[in-house]
């Protein structure tokens, strides 16, 4: 099935840091969600997005719906070591359809 | 409190034994979805319910089926588990109708089945 670039696939940070990672489409959304699952468990749900250009924060991370409508960010400030775990981004097309087109993950390594 | 249950967490079954994952919700959502998710992939879409009307993505072998007798549960049948079957099964909900700043476009997922083939 169809997936979305994620970037970066993994990475490995110190405690403290900035993390980015981003999605990228060539189809439009009209929402994109941003997950995080963690060994064994289903993804839960840290934000979501409903319009271009929005910019929504959940405590330490901050998300945005690309002005373009064909891309998203999810930012983590100040890392700690629960943040460990696989982010995937997910949108919606504006086509109708009630399914989501997932993102390739990343995997996110926290150092102390 | 959990809106979207799976049972069980863990399931094993063996080479070509029919084998059902359940999944409940108490959201009163109208879509529920179901996905197979392998090691450190993104989940794949199986198929999705809308109500009653059944959606099949075109790539999902036969050997997978699905039921939803009400708004509250949804099966997955697998009718002859092989190797590769072995993953984890998450099953999904969401409202449904398009409501662009209500929770109708967010997507809530369950625990996950992890389904062991031997």
């Known amino acids: 099935g169809q997936q979305l670039n994620q970037s970066p696939q993994s990475m490995f940070i110190q405690e403290g840091e900035d993390v980015s990672m981003n999605c990228t489409s060539s189809?439009?959304?009209?929402?994109w969600l941003w997950y995080k699952q963690d060994p064994g468990e289903g993804p839960v749900l840290l934000i979501a997005?409903?319009?271009?250009?929005e910019l929504t924060s959940n405590g330490r991370l901050t998300a945005q719906f690309g002005i373009t409508r064909k891309d998203s960010f999810l930012n983590i400030s100040a890392s700690i070591p629960s943040d460990v775990g696989i982010y995937f981004c997910?949108?919606?097309?504006?086509?109708?359809?009630?399914?989501?087109?997932f993102g390739t993950g990343t995997r996110l390594k926290v150092l102390a | 409190d959990a809106m979207v249950i799976q049972n069980p967490r863990y399931q094993v079954t063996q080479f070509g034994k029919p084998v059902t994952l359940s999944c409940s919700q108490t959201?009163?959502?109208?879509?529920m979805y179901w996905y197979q998710q392998k090691s450190s992939q993104a989940p794949k879409l199986l198929f999705h319910?809308?109500?009653?009307?059944?959606?099949n993505e075109a790539d999902t072998p036969d050997n997978f089926q699905s039921r939803r007798p009400n708004t509250s549960f949804c099966f997955l049948d697998i009718r002859s588990p092989g190797l590769g079957d072995a993953a984890m099964y998450l099953c999904?909900?969401?409202?449904?109708?398009?409501?662009?700043?209500?929770?109708?476009?967010?997507?809530?997922f369950g625990a996950g089945t992890r389904l062991s083939v031997l």
């Open positions: 999904a909900t969401s409202r449904g109708r398009d409501n662009s700043r209500v929770s109708g476009n967010i997507q809530y």
């Open positions: 189809s439009i959304f009209n929402t």
């Open positions: 997005l409903y319009k271009a250009g």
């Open positions: 997910a949108g919606r097309t504006t086509s109708g359809t009630y399914k989501y087109i």
């Open positions: 959201l009163n959502h109208n879509v």
């Open positions: 319910y809308y109500d009653k009307d059944f959606n």
